[in-house]
T-cell receptor, first 114, second 114 residues
């Protein structure tokens, strides 16, 4: 089955710096890759997603890149702010057919220091 | 609130007791998922419903676990003869039909087995 690896497990940056989180997946049939942000004690919330027919997607300070050949995708956050501090999870899914269940990485705890 | 809701938010039980959790998905969503999240880990898939049909179950779902979605709306997850290892956050998510898209998560039920 699908396996998603996520690095680093913790990341500490200064406010205004950029943060990059990387994930790799094992199943070449996976074609949907969302990123969720989870604040302490709260539900995971989608911040950006990408499908396999696209190499890059950007939404204001957040961008995701996908390399299908290498089977890895990355989250980039620019101009970080203290409110970006949270745990970020990448996930992979096989869309179209089947359950489209999400397989998550283990998470990255991002701390943005003021 | 038109999002995914779960009840109860917290449950403390003694080992060996049965517990039942409820999930109310977004009303027009026909796909419903249960995930389990332990501390420091990403959510792990447990089971999936499309309308009232349970179409996929993870190997994580032992025979002590049962889930239902009798009318294709709300779902229940029951754990019989709870064990300390069942302590976790149980998350429900839903999304509509039409291909890959955001899974909206509920706030979760935190289970503590003493």
């Amino acid at each position: 089955g699908e396996n998603v690896e996520q690095h680093p497990s913790t990341l500490s940056v200064q406010e205004g710096d950029s943060a990059v989180i990387k994930c790799t997946y094992s199943d070449s049939a996976s074609n949907y890759f969302p990123w969720y942000k989870q604040e302490l004690g709260k539900r995971p919330q989608l911040i950006i997603d990408i499908r396999s027919n696209v190499g890059e997607k950007k939404d204001q300070r957040i961008a995701v890149t996908l390399n299908k050949t290498a089977k890895h995708f990355s989250l980039h956050i620019t101009e970080t702010q203290p409110e970006d501090s949270a745990v970020y999870f990448c996930a992979a899914s096989k869309a179209k057919g089947g359950s489209e269940k999400l397989v998550f990485g283990k998470g990255t705890k991002l701390t943005v220091n003021p | 609130d038109t999002g995914v809701s779960q009840d109860p938010r917290h449950k403390i039980t003694k080992r060996g007791q049965n517990v039942t959790f409820r999930c109310d998905p977004i009303s027009e969503h026909n796909r419903l998922y249960w995930y389990r999240q332990t501390l420091g880990q990403g959510p792990e898939f447990l089971t999936y419903f499309q309308n009232e049909a349970q179409l996929e179950k993870s190997r994580l779902l032992s025979d002590r676990f049962s889930a239902e979605r009798p009318k294709g709306s709300f779902s229940t997850l029951e754990i019989q003869r709870t064990e300390q290892g069942d302590s976790a956050m149980y998350l429900c998510a839903s999304h509509g039909s039409g291909g890959a898209g955001e899974q909206f998560f509920g706030p979760g039920t935190r289970l503590t087995v003493l």
